[in-house]
């Protein structure tokens, strides 16, 4: 259990105040008791879980600094540090504004109707003095008087609406604890004896909050007894989750005793709805199990690069395959195992992840273990060339774990399960490297797994997942493609019918289309149509599978020839690998459906 803590501020101590609601602006000062001589502090330039440089200091404004009633000077050294010219050893002031205006969970915001932040947006940090006690103070205003705080940092001295004091042991405790205000929904639960809060904002009166807190204790039970069986004890003594309900929008982002996490309104459960999940929910259900699951699987068993983190810089690993994709692959399942969704639903979420790396012709490109290295990059900055170039850790990553367990399954000495169990036994709940996951698979299998790993991990042959399935009562089967896959192609159609990516060894390539291209009319059968959708495209073109179609590009009109393959035929995986070898000849749209439902069952149960 942790000691208790003074509830008194730290000798680094932050006062945060939400007051000028509308300049988007928090007011925070710093106080160092013990300041250096020339003493450095920073803003870090990424948060972790998002592997994306941010440069958080690009809302940091009028940074001065104190000592009694002298003004100390300071110098910006580059981007995101300064150093304060104050006497060593005498209390500091720094005082700053952040301007709060991204609506992700990776940064921070601030309006009139609720708050937010991490400590990352906010906290700067005081070079050497990391691993000292920090508090952080959040400040009541008039503007905020019927507002509450929620956050998994420790509470010091707080009122019952929770401002007040909050103690982290370190920085990075300090940095990993976002912080929820307004007017939000609570709701409480134990799972497996640990208490878990879910705060839930934005969320319609018809929310059905009883359905979400009951859904998520049968989440947190199944991933705690997933790792630690009927009487092991969780890593964390308490879990918050932090939800924000938003017009559109999907994500979140994994803490040591938290996670802030984003949906739709549209996916939140409502009052009187049918008992079976939608799609909707499920997808929210799905959020929930994955970043849960990370408070084991990345939080506490990491990479070995993040032993510790370096705020300043990007923070490599070729990991994020097994960190990702490994939850991802767990995230649906433990639905399934929670009784959450079923069989049919359950093959559903996994015949999407199959046909997204069907569809990314990049998986011929990169490996999962070069695409993680790069995601800094690459998946963290899409672009028309990213489908082509790169292959989503998060999916693929999700599948290379789907055919190791299915391997290890078939071959009847354990399951994946056992290889997660057996690596946070062998790591210590610390950090991991490649050799651990081999030595671990060795042990549970009782055989290597170097060439499984080496062709799955770090090659780009395609995954065995046809056999492996049917093994496991599931019949993989192609599917009549979408035009857009036939065409290779990935479109939008909001305002016209607009190219954003044409996928490589596609017709859409082979015709001359380029991203950005505007599609405005084909002509089939020598007359000419106007389109404006997809549909638009395929309705006109009826049969015909010779078409011209007609684009704008940079101010031009050009007509290009584009030859529709047949319907059943796939647009980008008909192709050539670069040095003329013939890839094996891959559907790119698949779905999933039961041959042997005992099989199946002894699989998903
Ligand atoms: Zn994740």
Redesign the pocket.
Known sequence: MPTARPAEPADLHYRVEPSDLHAHLFHVVLTLAHPAAGQEVSLPVWIP?SYLIREFAKNLQQLKARQGRRAVPLTQLDKHRWRVDCRPGRPLELRYAVCACDPSVRSAWLDAARGFFNGTSLCLRVHGQEAQRHTLEIASTDATAHWSVATGLDALATDERGFGLYGAADYDELVDCPVELGTFWVGHFDACAIPHRLVVAGATPSFDGQRLLDDTRKICEAAIRFWHGAAGKAPHASFLFLLHAVDDGCG?L?HRNSTALVCGRRNLPRQQQEAKAGENYTTLLGLIS??YF?TWN?KRLRPAEFSSYDYSRENYTDLLWF??GF??YYDDLLLRRAGLIDDAAYLKCLAKTINQVLQTPGRAVQSVAQASFDAWVKYYRPDANTANATISY?TKGALVALCLDLTLRREGHATLDDVMRALWTRCQQGPMTEADLHAALHACAGRPFDAELQQWVHGTAELPLTDLLAAHGVDLKAETPQLAQRLGLRVAQDHGLRIQTVLRGGAAEKSGMAAGDEWLGVEARGQGWRVRKLDDVAFYAGTETALTAWVARDGRLLRLALELPARGQAGSARKKARHGTATPAQPDTISLTPSDRNALRRWLD
């Open positions: 879980g979140g994994e994955h970043e990370h990345v960190f990702e939850t991802s998060y």
